[in-house]
């Protein structure tokens, strides 16, 4: 637990570095806009370039790590769309901040946290876990606001192109097909590129902590809590399951765990915002699993080590 604590501590401090900041109104709104493109389009893909270029792919057991990970999405996507078919909780443009609450994860915190704790050999595992939750969470959610609230259902030129220009399935991608087609990468260009990408960590922290915003918590307060028990309780168990049915262990296990239990992505809200959803609760719903995380975190992954054993 300390451990967990120790290397939770540096991100959580980043990120409130990034909320004081941003409401210190010091900085241009122009300058949050270019930190996360330069973020988001350059740098973590760099990071993901580089961690998969030319390590040895063929010596992670990739089919089972993918297989828990993808299953508990769809398994949890599965629940929260039959919970709204059946008991109509939710309006259709609540339901997509409830939807994409409990399906999305915080790229940032889960790559700051696996390095922090896993090293090389767990940021190999979490750049494919990113690379194949992308593609699934894409389709996922931008069927879930075709089918909630478009009337001309879900149109699928839209979500492909939204896939295909993803720059951190690009990079993922480029970095897979330079390893298994053997060109690889200079071990000079393989440095630039983890110089690059390392920088990601931390400015990707800063931007998490900056779009926080505590207006609206309680007046969405049901959404938030349904929202938060999929994402760090149902999600925890369903991935705990699938880990020891499919016997994945070490450190596979936990990127998988980390993965699953981090707080929901803020570029929710960016969809939310494009799409026709409640951006107002979405707002909402990232914030709170933000600071739900700082707790839930450390618990959930030292209940998770219990059950997987050692590393």
């Not at 307060?221 to 049915?245: D, E, H, N, R, T």
């Not at 570029?267 to 799409?275: D, G, N, S």
Request: charged share 10%; with cysteine; aromatic share 10%.
């Amino acid at each position: 637990m300390i451990i967990i604590a120790g290397a939770l501590v540096p991100i959580i401090l980043t990120i409130l570095l990034g909320y004081g900041i941003k409401r210190s109104g010091k900085l241009a709104p122009e300058f949050w806009l270019g930190t996360e493109s330069l973020t988001y389009y350059i740098l973590t893909p760099a990071l993901l370039i580089s961690i998969l270029s030319n390590r040895t792919l063929s010596e992670l057991n990739w089919l089972h790590f993918l297989s828990a990970l993808l299953f508990t999405v769809l398994l949890s996507a599965g629940l929260l769309i039959a919970y709204q078919r059946l008991c109509k909780p939710f309006s259709a443009a609540g339901f997509t901040s409830v939807f994409q609450g409990g399906v999305r994860y915080n790229t940032f915190i889960a790559l700051a946290l696996v390095a922090a704790l896993y090293g090389d050999e767990g940021l190999s595992y979490a750049a494919l876990a990113a690379t194949g939750m992308i593609i699934l969470i894409n389709v996922l959610c931008v069927a879930v606001f075709a089918s909630s609230l478009s009337t001309q259902g879900m149109q699928l030129l839209p979500v492909l192109k939204q896939i295909i220009s993803n720059p951190l399935i690009i990079g993922a991608l480029s970095g897979i097909l330079l390893n298994i087609s053997g060109i690889g990468l200079h071990p000079i260009l393989v440095d630039t590129l983890d110089l690059f990408g390392r920088s990601a960590f931390p400015m990707g922290l800063i931007l998490v902590g900056a779009a926080l915003s505590f207006k609206g918590i309680l007046q969405h307060w049901k959404l938030v809590l349904s929202s938060a028990v999929v994402q760090y309780l149902i999600k925890p168990v369903c991935a705990v399951g699938a880990v020891m049915a499919l016997n994945i262990e070490g450190v596979a296990a936990m990127v998988i765990i980390i993965f699953l239990c981090v707080p929901t992505a803020p570029a929710a809200y960016i969809l939310a915002r494009k799409l026709g959803g409640d951006a107002q609760a979405m707002a909402a719903i990232i914030t709170s699993q933000t600071v739900m995380g700082f707790i839930t975190l450390p618990l959930t992954i030292y209940w998770a080590a219990r059950f997987i054993g050692p590393i």
